[in-house]
C-alpha cells in the first residue's frame, strides 16, 4: 500500500505548482507515523485504511466521526489520526479529488448505474441493494437501510490530462507509438517480436 500511495500522492499534484502547499501537506500525511514510534501506519495510511471500512460497511459521516474521536482516545496521547470525518477527507482527498459513489450487488454481480440505476433487487442473484432495517413501530424488516456495497470509482480521465498537461511528458509517454523506430533492432522493450511481425505485415 505504501507505494502505491506514494505513486498517488506525486501524480495527483506535484505539477501543480500553484498549489504546491497542498503536494507538500500531502507528502507529509504520507511520512508522518500515525504515533512516535508507529512503523505500520502512517497518518494518510490509517485514515484511507479507516476511510475503507466505512464505505465497504455503509457507516454514516456521524458513525465514523464517533469511531473516529473513540480510536484517537484509545492511541498514545500525541497521535496523529483526525477526529472528525471532515478533517479525515481533508487528508484523504486534499486536492478535492473527483470521485464517484456507486452502488454495487453484494455478490459482485452489477453495479447500479446506467440500466441498472433505478433497480432495487440484483437483476441476476435476486439480493436486494439496501440492508434491512427492522421497523421498530411492526418489527419487520420493510424500511431501506444503507447500500448493501458501494464502489468508490476515481475517474481516469482527470488522470490522464493531468499525466499529458507538460508537453515534454505527453511527448514521452507517446514516444513508443510516435518516435521510436521499428527496424527489427532491440533497443527499448517497446521493440519486441511483435513489432518486425507488424511491419512484414504491413509491408
Known amino acids: ?7 498517488m500522492i506525486s501524480d495527483v499534484g506535484e505539477e501543480n505548482f500553484e498549489r504546491a502547499h497542498v503536494y507538500d501537506t500531502s507528502k507529509s500525511d504520507f511520512e ?21 471500512l466505512k464505505a465497504r460497511n455503509g457507516w454514516t459521516d456521524k458513525s465514523f466521526t464517533k469511531l473516529l474521536e473513540l480510536l484517537k482516545e484509545m492511541l498514545l496521547e500525541d497521535n496523529m489520526l483526525p477526529n472528525r470525518n471532515y478533517e479525515a477527507k481533508k487528508i484523504l482527498c486534499p486536492m478535492g479529488l473527483e470521485y464517484k459513489k456507486i452502488h454495487a450487488c453484494s455478490n459482485d454481480c452489477v453495479l447500479y ?5 433505478t433497480l432495487k433487487v440484483c437483476p441476476t442473484c435476486g ?6 432495517k427492522t421497523d421498530e413501530s411492526s418489527g419487520e424488516e420493510e424500511i431501506e437501510g444503507p447500500p448493501a ?8 480521465i482527470p488522470r490522464f490530462k493531468r499525466l499529458f498537461a507538460i508537453k515534454e ?23 519486441s517480436p511483435l513489432c518486425g511481425i507488424e511491419a512484414i505485415s504491413s509491408s
Request: hydrophobic letters at 35%; glycine letters at 4%; proline letters at 6%.
Open 1 to 7: 500500500m505504501g507505494d502505491n500511495l506514494e505513486e
Open 32 to 52: 508522518q507515523p500515525l504515533y512516535p514510534g508507529c512503523s505500520m501506519f502512517t497518518r494518510l495510511s490509517a485514515t484511507l485504511r479507516l476511510f475503507s
Open 113 to 117: 448505474t446506467n440500466d441498472f440505476a
Open 127 to 132: 439480493f436486494s441493494r439496501f440492508k434491512k
Open 149 to 156: 456495497k458501494v464502489l468508490w470509482y476515481l475517474p481516469i
Open 169 to 191: 511528458d505527453a511527448k514521452n509517454l507517446t514516444w513508443h507509438e510516435n518516435g521510436r523506430k521499428c527496424d527489427k533492432f532491440l533497443r527499448h522493450p517497446a521493440d
